[in-house]
């Protein structure tokens, strides 16, 4: 299973890290992704990251959002900043094999519970 944590409130311009761990997986072996989904919308890409470390992004994200990844403590990050109010969703973490690393994160096969990230 996937743990995501490091979600909460904060207030608009400012920034958080979300962590996934994953102590069944090998994150140097699979494609790692986050999405996020806000209340009554679709569920929405941010980025990925391969198991060479190769990252993509929504354009929308890559300004504000960077993932990163701790192979050695099999932990996936995103670094979040310049939060907005529309940030405001929950945040999920997801993994796949990596041939998923074309598509898009929300489709991987395991995925977390989530976190909840909140900005006013």
């Known amino acids: 299973q996937l743990v995501e944590s490091g979600g909460g409130s904060v207030q608009a311009g400012g920034s958080l890290r979300l962590s996934c761990a994953a102590p069944g997986y090998r994150y140097d072996t699979y494609c790692m992704g986050w999405f996020r989904q806000a209340p009554g919308k679709a569920r929405e890409g941010i980025a990925v990251i391969d198991s060479d470390g190769d990252t993509a992004y929504a354009e929308s994200m890559k300004d504000r959002f960077t993932i990163s990844k701790d192979n050695a403590k099999n932990t996936l990050y995103l670094q979040m900043s310049s939060l907005k109010p529309e940030d405001t969703a929950m945040y999920y973490c997801?993994?796949?094999?990596?041939?998923?690393?074309?598509?898009?994160?929300?489709?991987?096969?395991?995925r977390g519970q989530g976190t909840q990230v909140t900005v006013s």
């Open positions: 997801a993994a796949d094999r990596p041939w998923a690393c074309s598509g898009p994160p929300e489709t991987y096969d395991i």
